[in-house]
């Protein structure tokens, strides 16, 4: 079973700029969350997603970050525009709809460093 | 609302020994508790979870954890420390409850250092 794919791996901008994160869940899963983990730090769940609407974004700064998952399968997240304090990892995982925890999965990251 | 604190931001032992990462939760619902490992440049792996089943939970590479409602606790342990346990350990508390939508909280990270 192929995993949580994300894209790119790595990536640096200057502050002020702007970035997009891909990521493509496991098949057949419904639900998607993006998190976002500062160096030294816990990951931070920044919005989820239940096929292609919104349940949590309360952690999402809704004036820089935005997010979508049109068809209910890949998302991408946005940041414009960039600023220091968003140098972080973030990450990209999926679940099953059912169950707790059911096939929760997370992708490798992207490593975004902002200069 | 659910929280985690884990009590140690950095762990050392040697090679052999057992190791303790302590864990502290807070959590409005009857919770379940996971504990997830990061090596350097990798992704998060599972180790073990917790879901209102048996309050000892055996993980991989020999990890386990111990659900203690009374005291809001679930240390992960390990009797014998080896070189490739040296990581990043968390903690993570999610509120059984549909509508938390399985959201995931995580502690702050305990570093594992294993000396030789």
């Known amino acids: 079973e192929a995993g949580v794919a994300q894209s790119p791996r790595y990536k640096i901008i200057e502050k002020r700029q702007s970035v997009a994160f891909w990521c493509n869940p496991i098949?057949?899963?419904?639900?998607l969350y993006w998190y976002q983990q500062i160096l030294g730090q816990g990951p931070k769940l920044l919005i989820q997603f239940q096929n292609n609407g919104v349940v949590d974004d309360s952690q999402l700064p809704k004036d820089r970050f935005s997010a979508e998952r049109l068809k209910g399968v890949d998302s991408t997240l946005k940041i414009q525009p960039a600023k220091l304090e968003d140098s972080a990892v973030y990450l990209c995982a999926s679940s099953y709809n059912e169950g707790l925890h059911y096939g929760y999965t997370f992708g490798s990251g992207t490593r975004l460093t902002v200069v | 609302a659910q929280s985690v604190t884990q009590l140690d931001s950095h762990v050392s032992v040697s090679e052999g020994t057992p190791v303790l990462l302590r864990c502290n939760y807070s959590?409005?619902?009857?919770?379940?508790l996971f504990w997830y490992v990061q090596h350097p440049n990798k992704g998060l792996q599972l180790l073990l979870k917790?879901?209102?089943?048996?309050?000892l939970v055996k993980g991989i590479n020999g990890f386990e954890a111990e659900f203690k409602k009374s005291e809001t606790s679930f240390h992960l342990t390990k009797p014998s420390a080896h070189m490739s346990d040296a990581a990043e350990y968390f903690c993570v508390v999610s509120d059984r409850l549909k509508a938390a939508g399985n959201k995931l909280t995580f502690g702050g990270g305990t570093r594992v250092l294993v000396k030789p």
């Open positions: 098949s057949g899963h419904a639900t």
């Open positions: 959590s409005s619902y009857s919770p379940s």
């Open positions: 917790y879901t209102s089943a048996a309050t």
